[in-house]
């Protein structure tokens, strides 16, 4: 049994070492490296136009300016008619847009000052008119400014309607 074994193990051994021979890899081809042509730099002559190449003399103002909105807001017609002749610069506001800052009485009269959106103050008087349908200030009272707008309906009836915009109080 020994030399069985002994046999064995010899066999063993062999194939062993027979599987673990040194083998050298095997040598992959590496293509060669190419480089890019060379190009010169484009001459300055090049760049320019040339007479074919000139640059079309088109008219733009057909096009539309990428700018502007879309939808730009309806302007109000202008006035028309005997009651409204004349409208101060405060017709481009609608009235609601509009603040009392301050309101001031005295032997002249009443005066009211309204702040429009685009920060500027404006003085009006009894009877001025004001507003996008060019209303009429009715009366100015202690804390309030009542302005009274005539308007058409669709069936073409004239409807007056009174708007009250008040001064606020300070607070604190």
Not at 39 to 48: D, I, K
Not at 103 to 121: D, H, Y
Not at 123 to 149: F, L, P, W, Y
Request: charged share 30%.
């Amino acid at each position: 049994m020994p030399r069985i074994m002994l046999l064995v193990m010899a066999l063993g051994l062999g194939a062993l070492l027979t599987a673990c021979g040194v083998e050298e890899p095997a040598q992959t081809a590496v293509p060669p490296v190419t480089r890019r042509p060379e190009v010169p730099p484009p001459v300055l002559q090049a760049l320019s136009p040339t007479p074919e190449e000139e640059p079309s003399n088109e008219d733009t103002r057909s096009r539309r300016d990428p700018f502007r909105p879309l939808i730009e807001p309806a302007k109000p017609p202008p006035a028309s008619g005997p009651d409204q002749v004349n409208c101060p610069p405060t017709q481009e506001f609608e009235l609601a847009s509009l603040k009392v800052v301050a309101i001031v009485w005295g032997e002249m009269g009443r005066k009211a000052m309204l702040k429009a959106p685009n920060g500027r103050g404006y003085a009006v008087t009894e009877d001025m008119r004001i507003g996008r349908t060019c209303g009429r200030v009715h009366r100015i009272e202690s804390n309030a400014v009542v302005i009274e707008e005539t308007r058409r309906d669709t069936e073409g009836r004239v409807l007056k309607e009174e708007v009250v915009l008040r001064l606020r109080e300070r607070e604190g």
